[in-house]
């Protein structure tokens, strides 16, 4: 059962470097969503995507894109990294009825220095 | 006022102890109410799912929710070792409260 697979699991780039987080489901599930995490802050919706060739802003948007191909896949790009970018990053998927209650990968531990 | 607040602890209990975690939240669209369990450097899964005021009750765990009040709860009784972890509040699955983090000492 690999579920939601995200990769790497710890990066550290340099200011002004770009790089793409990529995350992975063989639920076959439409919706799926980029999540950062911070101490105090809780998780906050970055994009979302409610199925192939469809994406969408979340709460924080800013620096970062996104896109969805497949159903399967989708990538988040940091295109200029910045430190207040370093976080913990989850993705996470759901079928596309809206009650359904979402599976997070184990996230990807990113540090811009 | 924030829209999701949770105390964010530490909390720390020794096993057996019944323990109670709370959320308050503003928004009025919210409809449904989770609680993740997030162990360290894991991603969250899901405990609990309620859409609906009243409890909701799974082995252990009961989830709580008083619209009126626009308040959760999560209790686990008999809490052991294996439940420390950091608890997340969810709504729509959206929104989510900061987390508290728990230690069940044997």
């Known amino acids: 059962n690999a579920g939601v697979t995200q990769t790497p699991k710890f990066q550290v780039l340099k200011t002004g470097q770009s790089m793409t987080l990529q995350c992975a489901q063989d639920m076959n599930h439409e919706y799926m969503s980029w999540y950062r995490q911070d101490p105090g802050m809780g998780l906050r919706l970055i994009h979302y995507?409610?199925?192939?060739?469809?994406?969408d802003q979340g709460e924080v948007p800013n620096g970062y894109n996104v896109s969805r191909s497949t159903t399967e896949d989708f990538p988040l790009r940091l295109l200029s990294a910045a430190p207040s970018q370093t976080s913990v990053y989850f993705c996470?998927?759901?079928?596309?009825?809206?009650?359904?209650?979402?599976?997070f990968g184990d996230g990807t531990r990113l540090s811009i220095l | 006022q924030k829209e999701v607040e949770q105390d964010p602890g530490p909390l720390s209990v020794p096993e057996g102890a019944i323990v109670s975690l709370n959320c308050t939240y503003s928004?009025?669209?919210?409809?449904?109410f989770m609680w993740y369990r997030q162990y360290s450097r894991k991603g969250p899964e899901l405990l609990m799912y309620?859409?609906?005021?009243g409890n909701k009750e799974d082995g252990r765990f009961t989830a709580q929710v008083d619209k009126s009040s626009k308040y959760i709860s999560l209790f686990i009784r008999d809490s052991q070792p294996s439940d420390s972890a950091t608890y997340l509040c969810g709504f729509n699955d959206m929104r989510f409260g900061a987390g508290t983090r728990l230690t069940v000492k044997p």
């Open positions: 309620t859409y609906s005021s």
């Open positions: 996470a998927s759901r079928g596309q009825v809206d009650n359904q209650p979402q599976h």
């Open positions: 928004n009025s669209a919210f409809q449904y």
């Open positions: 995507s409610v199925g192939a060739g469809i994406t």
